[in-house]
């Protein structure tokens, strides 16, 4: 019998990873051990600025074709969240490994989606981190009511679907990150801009002192940005 060929999925979305390169050598470390004690033959499939918003990254493609096809067995990934943030994708992809007969493994939680009781936890999971982003955008709509309520007026309307990457936009300057680095790492995601121009640190600049930006943090002052 031959020895099932697994392919292990590793993925960074944004530009520093990508540059410092940390998280995919832990995720192929993690990997490749997890492969040798099975004992499956390991093919590293690396997928680099990508984000998990959808399935359409090219390493990802090319390794369910060959999924499908049978030239390998198995698709092995460290977490849930480096293949699939959507609850609709993912379980579209756990009833195409089942369709097609190749097996589906996360290590973080243990997850072995040739196991009923895996499929049902990694679908929980996946409900849930969709669930948070809900409450992103519900938050916000509640900060910009009030933020109206006290007579505040606002600019240009903000569509709901861009209030997630403005929050993300605050959580990483406020992490430090600076306007430049922002920028670079929404542009290698493919994240489209409010207004469909091209991200910067002018971009950047103009969403943490806007007024939706503002709406998000209650009343309290943007922190200055730097460049």
Known sequence: MSTPLALAYIRVSTAGQVEEGASLAAQEATLREEATRRGWTVEIVTEEGKS????????LQDALRRLDKGEAQILISV??????R???DFAGLVERARRKSWGLVLLSPNIDLTDPAGEFTANVLASAAQYERRLISVRTREGMAQRKSEGVTFGREVKQEFLPTYRRVLDMHKAGTSMNRIALAL????????RGGKWSAATIKRILESETAK???????IPKASA
């Open 52 to 59: 998990a918003k959808n399935l359409n990254r090219p390493a």
């Open 187 to 194: 542009t290698a995601e493919g994240v489209p801009t409010a």
């Open 79 to 84: 977490r849930l969240d480096r293949i699939s």
């Open 215 to 221: 709406a998000m943090q209650g009343t309290r002052a």
């Open 86 to 88: 959507s609850v609709a």
